[in-house]
């Protein structure tokens, strides 16, 4: 069968096969794949001490990597809508948003997004990677107000891992609200996979390179803004070469007594719908040409993954021994790059915002009970996706932006 021709149900019939592989099933097995990412790009750290990477921080990676899998695991197949499961928010030829709540008195509440994208894997990746290419494909809500204010680079620890901050502006009365995230990278390329955790560090001025992998350098503290936690991540499937199926899990919460339904109706169907459509157009348009992403798709992270795909899958010895020495030459230059990041931290101060009075409520650990017990003096919606307001979404004019992007929009009813 062409593969124009197949339906969204077949492409996520493959993406599920693949979660479901003994490799991707076995905790040994996962384990093995993230010894196997941080030994082809070594933190700074775990090179200076010559005591190769911190196994608890292996343990502690190997885990989170199992429990995203189980999630994405538990969206597969089309029969869902079942008590406590998942709710099909909406479902299209091109998209599928569902959403599925805690237990009762919990604050959690799931979100997912998956569909695919008519671009290379290595793009896919790369917009929800980069988080100074947010701007290009984020919405912007105009009422009530939703925008990203500001995002920068904090730290890298490895190729493929790296710390990020990201500001966004609510509506009033809401203060501003950031994310410190914390993104890794883990490679299956026998199966054409890739692994995104994207995860919030509510901890992050307790954070050691013995504890977490990386310290607490070069973040900035949370000065009259509110800082948001979330936990979840991205896993993508090549499809073929230019077309990639992309599954995303976002867990938080609402900060709020009592989430009516048809917020959540609004942040499911019209917000996140809506984020899927405007990332799917960008991806779908970086091959007319934008120098952002031509610049960050130079990276060692999106080579190492174009040659792994182009199929050298690293499945003898030599292939994985050339592929080591590419990545440790690209690794030093690498880590030239994050003593620049470090330097320009701490040199380019971040605009005054508006004084808030509300904020985070004390130190939950996020492997545990990440968030805090709901509140409505604290109420807020998820806004690390963009979920936040009604209106209309505008994309935001960039310099070198996509020229078929920049008069379009979605209405929101």
């Known amino acids: 069968m062409e593969m124009k021709k197949q339906s969204i149900s077949e492409f ?24 196997k990412q941080f030994s082809l790009s070594p933190s700074k750290s775990a090179e200076k001490s010559h005591d190769g990477n ?31 499961g998942w709710k099909i928010k909406e479902n299209n030829d091109d998209y599928r948003i569902m959403y599925r709540g805690g237990p009762k008195g919990s604050p959690f509440h799931t979100l997912l997004a998956e569909g695919y994208a008519d671009a290379p894997m290595d793009v896919c990746l790369c917009a929800a990677w980069e988080a100074a290419l947010y701007e290009k494909w984020w ?19 490895r190729i493929g891992e790296h710390l990020s901050l990201v500001r966004m502006k609510v509506t009033w009365p809401l203060a501003a609200r950031e994310v410190i995230v914390h993104y890794l990278e883990i490679e299956y390329l026998e199966g054409d996979l890739i692994i995104g955790l994207l995860n919030t560090v509510p901890d992050i001025d307790k954070a050691t390179k013995e504890t977490h992998g990386f310290s607490s350098e070069g973040v900035p503290e949370a000065k009259d803004i509110v800082r948001m936690d979330f ?10 070469t230019n077309k990639t199926y992309f599954r995303t899990i976002v867990k938080m919460d609402l900060k709020l007594d009592f989430v009516p339904a048809w917020l959540i109706n ?31 798709l130079k990276g060692p992270l999106y080579v190492g993954i174009r040659e792994g795909l182009s199929g050298q899958k690293l499945k003898n010895t030599s292939e994985n021994k050339n592929r080591e020495s590419t990545l440790a030459q690209s690794s030093e230059l690498h880590e030239i790059e994050e003593e ?74």
């Open 12 to 35: 996520r019939e493959r993406m599920d096969k693949t979660l479901a592989c003994d490799d991707l099933v076995n905790e040994e097995s996962v384990k093995k794949l993230v010894v």
């Open 54 to 84: 911190n196994e608890y921080v292996i343990e502690k990676r190997s885990k989170q990597v199992m429990n995203f899998l189980d999630q994405l695991r538990s969206a597969s197949g089309d029969h869902h809508n079942k008590p406590g």
């Open 139 to 157: 919405p912007k809500v105009a009422v009530p107000t939703f925008r990203i204010m500001e995002t920068r680079a904090l730290q890298k620890i």
């Open 231 to 240: 936990v979840g991540g991205t896993v993508m499937k090549k499809l073929s």
């Open 266 to 296: 609004f942040i499911a169907r019209q917000l996140l719908g809506g984020s899927c459509k405007l990332y799917q157009k960008t991806v779908a348009s970086v091959a007319k040409g934008d120098k952002d992403f031509e610049e960050a």
């Open 340 to 413: 620049k990041i470090g330097q320009d931290s701490t040199e380019n101060e971040v605009g005054a915002l508006e004084p808030v009075k509300s904020g985070l409520k004390g130190n939950e650990e996020q492997e545990t009970e990440p968030y805090s017990n709901g509140n409505k003096n604290d109420a807020t919606v998820p806004d690390n996706l963009g979920l936040q307001g009604n209106g209309e979404v505008h994309i935001k004019k960039v310099k070198n932006g996509f020229g078929g992007m920049q008069n379009s929009e979605i209405k929101l009813h």
